[in-house]
């Protein structure tokens, strides 16, 4: 894996690469790589000649008290993985280039933004779409691969990037999982081996959800109210949201009809967890 932790070489890279009628496939990441990650770097290698990841610690998407100054890294391990799975450049800003002093300009999606994870995280989506504004700028991929576990980080990015007329496929994955079903995610790490075990009723209750939903339950109160009372039984668990929305606009629908995004943020102990699920009626 070819390592560029300047702005200008990965731009004049994607410049030549482009030139000599190469596709770009990109991974936009924040590192500390998970077999989630890997999933969308093998699509990518399926589907473009250059597959590039990016891993940026992007300080414009944490609010003040959360987990910037203590997110985990491990560029050795990232350099091995983005390697295993076939990826050619691994792209490391620093983020005194991404946002050298004086920078003035963020992104605002309006409406999907100011829901679900938007409440409780107001500057965060702002923040996702400057950033990755800036990766597809620099790294000019023709496809660009985001997992479907932030469902609304990926409603976000193909709308920003359809109204801005960008010119980049956006794919989502489907969520990649542990054994026991908890989604892989970069935080998993902070849980300890108690708050791991009860991390799973965030799966569990998705389960319970669509189990419900596929034996004809239309209300949507009762479906969260099921998925409350789960995650209440466990003794680490604190429910942000749950909401059960349409996929496209985010917004609620009751009665449930048509295509149905379950969503959902949980505190485990102090690490904020998300996942979801989508249902067809
Ligand atoms: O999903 C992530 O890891 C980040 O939000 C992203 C898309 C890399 C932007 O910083």
């Known amino acids: 894996v070819k390592l ?34 890997m999933s969308l770097v093998r699509a990518a290698r399926q589907h473009t000649d250059v597959v590039v990841i990016s891993i940026f610690v992007n300080p414009a998407q ?8 203590k997110y985990p890294k491990d560029i050795k391990h990232d350099e091995e993985m983005a390697g295993l799975a076939g990826a050619d450049v691994l792209f ?8 050298p002093e004086g920078y003035a300009t963020y992104i605002n999606v309006e409406h999907l933004t ?10 965060h989506f702002r923040g996702v779409a400057t950033v990755v504004a800036k990766l597809f700028g620099i ?10 576990k932030d469902a609304q ?14 010119d980049v496929e956006i794919k989502v994955l489907p969520i990649a ?14 849980l300890s081996a108690a708050e791991r075990k009860d991390a799973v009723c965030l799966k569990e209750a998705l389960d319970k959800a669509e189990s419900a939903i596929k034996a004809g339950e239309r209300d949507p109160k009762v479906i969260i109210n099921g998925m409350k009372k ?3 039984s466990k003794a680490n668990a604190r429910i942000d949201y749950i909401e059960v929305v349409d996929p496209k606009n985010l917004r609620p629908i009751v009665p449930l009809s048509g295509d149905i995004l379950i969503a959902m943020a949980v505190f485990i102990g102090n690490t904020r967890l998300i996942d979801n699920a989508t249902v067809k009626i």
Do not use: W
């Open 139 to 148: 790294v000019k991929p023709d496809i660009a691969y985001f997992g479907q």
């Open 92 to 99: 490391c800003p620093s983020i005194s280039e991404m946002y």
């Open 153 to 166: 980080q990926a409603a976000v990015i193909k709308k920003m990037s359809e109204d801005l007329n960008m």
């Open 177 to 190: 999982r542990e054994k026991d079903g908890l989604a892989m995610s970069s935080r998993n790490v902070y």
């Open 114 to 123: 100011e829901t679900l994870c938007g409440k409780s995280r107001p500057e």
């Open 230 to 232: 789960l995650i209440a």
């Open 4 to 37: 560029v932790d300047n702005i200008q070489r990965m731009s004049m890279l994607s410049k030549i690469l482009k030139k000599e009628g190469k596709s770009i496939g990109f991974v936009p990441t924040m590192g500390y790589l998970h077999d989630g990650h």
């Open 62 to 69: 944490f609010g003040p008290g959360e987990d910037l100054q």
